[in-house]
């Protein structure tokens, strides 16, 4: 059975292919998953490798990114610190995934107290604005990757179980959900086997568009100090790493990392808004 | 109207009284006893100062009791004491507050005005290059998160053009206008793109009215129009938005002020966790949340001053 979400999704005509700016959005992120990816090939130095004679070079055929203060190049500590920007966002979103969408289709299915209960939870989490609610979780827990994933998971929970709720809400009263009550199926049943799965796309499509966000969430943790910990490559944290040598004059060990994390934010939001526009799932 | 405005208050309050007791019982939420959480954890602790402590939480009583005083005495400023800075909390934030408060401020003009500004722009000059300029720049300037924004401010204006201090808040209204430029700028970059496309829509969606044709019409002039007939009948949306977007801002000086290295409220909770001082970040976590939770409330009690047309629907 093709869930009606899909029909937005028609056929392939000449208005469905990408834009310029988002086939430059996709290329810059194959680029940097392979970098991500060949790290361990394409990157000239290890990335922890500390050289004190060589700190803060500039940019020259040894180190064609320069290096930082302790001497590290710093073109292989972006190439490795895509590892972690990338997997990090990942791994938050899909806890936030799960657990979200949990609650919003409980949320939407049950009604009454239960649904009460989840938006009601839902109010206080949005009372912390921007990462505040997360910042506390750090607070208790102490700093750390780990606690950072694990609090921003818990963090983009309630926005993804709101958006849940609205798309399970319209999908529960399609006649095909009646049908397989009448056929005497379960409410948890139908839920796992056909509604949930109906709603993939638009919520894969929520997810893409949060996925920049994410990304941004964690670096700021990162610089703070609240996320990666030296000597990662985190790029977050080496925008700290490197913010001291900028008054010094010294830009690349601050702007290297920052321009990356820029770039692949702005690549997927304007990937995630095209695939959500096409998804049906724009917020 | 009165029902309203009471209804928004008891939601205010209750959200307010389950935001505090999610800050407040956090403690619990920690590994061993709180006691020792609350006071930095790591070091060796005199058993006196422990029932300093457990004096000052309560900590000995049921946990709904604790909460009450302690709720209590925060509505009287009593924050409890800093075991960092051996001092009490709610002076280390009236110390720093303002500068906190006039960095919003500073960034909330900067916001509005550009962002503002931007929109209307974009709207009058809807499908031209200015448009797609406006909408294509300020999407670029959301994607990019403060602190690396703050970084290649510092760079540019800071370092290379030497037109800016890199560092601090500055004395005096000059001085602290001064000082305060790039950090409130790298604050409000991030705003922009929303500020810009509400405002953009809101003034497309006010410009399709009919009165706006007739008093074209009419022979009014075109910067009339825009003013008095789009713009006017636009507000609403937009004023609810650089509400809400202000509000948020409190909880994104914690980036900026950490970047700038601004003694103000952000840093000083950026600083309590990385030296697990814990009922500072608590004070600052309530302070913030409290902030942002009136805050919206107020914007959504003013809503229907500015358009009278909200009041009649929700009546």
Avoid at chain 1, 172 to 185: C, E, H, L, S, T
């Amino acid at each position: 059975m093709s869930a009606p979400t899909l029909d937005r999704v028609g056929p392939k005509t000449g208005k469905d292919r990408r834009p310029a700016g988002v086939m430059i959005a996709d290329g810059t992120l194959v680029v940097v998953v392979l970098a991500a990816l060949l790290a361990p090939l394409l990157a000239p130095y290890a990335p922890d490798a500390i050289d004190l004679s060589a700190s803060l070079v500039g940019t020259g055929p040894e180190h064609l990114l320069g290096t930082d203060s302790s001497g590290q190049d710093l073109l292989s500590r972006v190439l490795y610190g895509a590892r972690t920007s990338l997997v990090a966002p990942i791994l938050l979103l899909a806890i936030a995934a799960v657990l979200g969408v949990t609650l919003g289709t409980l949320a939407a299915w049950r009604g009454g107290w239960v649904d009460t209960v989840v938006s009601r939870l839902t109010d206080v989490m949005y009372a912390f604005p921007g990462l505040l609610f997360t910042v506390l979780i750090i607070a208790v827990f102490g700093a750390g990757m780990t606690t950072s994933v694990l609090a921003l998971g818990l963090a983009y929970t309630p926005t993804v179980a709101k958006y849940t709720r609205s798309v399970a809400l319209s999908e529960r009263r399609k006649p095909y959900i009646d049908a397989y009550g009448v056929q005497g199926m379960g409410g948890a049943r139908i839920c796992a086997r056909y509604l949930v799965p109906n709603l993939g796309r638009s919520i894969i499509g929520y997810l893409v568009v949060l996925f920049g966000e994410a990304l941004m969430s964690l670096a700021t943790l990162s610089y703070l100090g609240f996320g990666a910990q030296p000597p990662s490559s985190d790029w977050g944290l080496m925008v700290q790493e490197g913010q001291a040598a900028v008054v010094q004059g010294a830009l690349l060990p601050a702007l290297v990392p920052g321009f990356a994390i820029a770039l692949v934010v702005v690549s997927f939001n304007v990937v995630g808004v095209w695939a959500a526009d096409r998804l049906g799932s724009r917020r | 109207m009165l029902a309203r405005i009471s209804r928004r208050l008891a939601g205010l309050l209750a959200t307010l009284l389950a935001a505090s007791f999610v800050i407040f019982a956090a403690v619990y939420a920690a590994p061993g006893d709180p006691a020792v959480f609350l006071a930095g954890g790591r070091d060796k602790l005199s058993p006196e100062k422990l029932e300093l402590v457990r004096a000052q939480y309560h900590l000995d009583e049921p946990l709904v009791v604790q909460y009450g005083r302690w709720l209590g005495d925060c509505v009287q400023l009593d924050l409890g004491r800093s075991f960092k800075y051996s001092d009490q909390v709610a002076d280390l934030l009236a110390a720093r507050f303002p500068t906190t408060l006039t960095l919003v401020a500073y960034a909330t003009v900067l916001f509005v005005v550009l962002g503002v500004g931007a929109g209307v722009l974009a709207a009058v000059r809807r499908g031209t290059w200015i448009d797609s300029t406006v909408v294509g720049g300020t999407t670029l300037a959301a994607s990019v998160p403060s602190f690396v924004s703050a970084i290649a401010l510092v760079a540019v204006f800071g370092v290379q053009l030497g037109w800016f201090p890199v560092t601090g808040s500055g004395e005096g209204f000059a001085g602290t206008v001064h000082h305060l430029t790039l950090p409130a700028l790298s604050l409000a970059l991030g705003a922009l793109a929303l500020i810009s496309r509400v405002t953009r829509q809101s003034m497309v969606d006010a410009g399709a009215a009919d009165h706006v044709e007739v008093a074209r019409a009419s022979g009014i002039r075109e910067r009339e129009i825009v003013v008095r007939h789009v713009l006017r009948n636009a507000l609403g949306p937009i004023v609810t938005m650089c509400g809400l977007v202000m509000a948020g801002m409190l909880a994104g000086t914690v980036v900026v002020e950490t970047a700038f290295g601004i003694s103000g409220i952000g840093s000083l909770l950026v600083g309590a966790i990385n030296t697990h001082d814990f009922p500072v970040a608590q004070a600052v976590l309530l302070l913030m949340v409290t902030g942002y939770i009136v805050v919206t409330t107020l914007v959504d009690l003013v809503h229907p001053l500015l358009d009278p047309r909200v009041k009649e629907a929700s009546a």
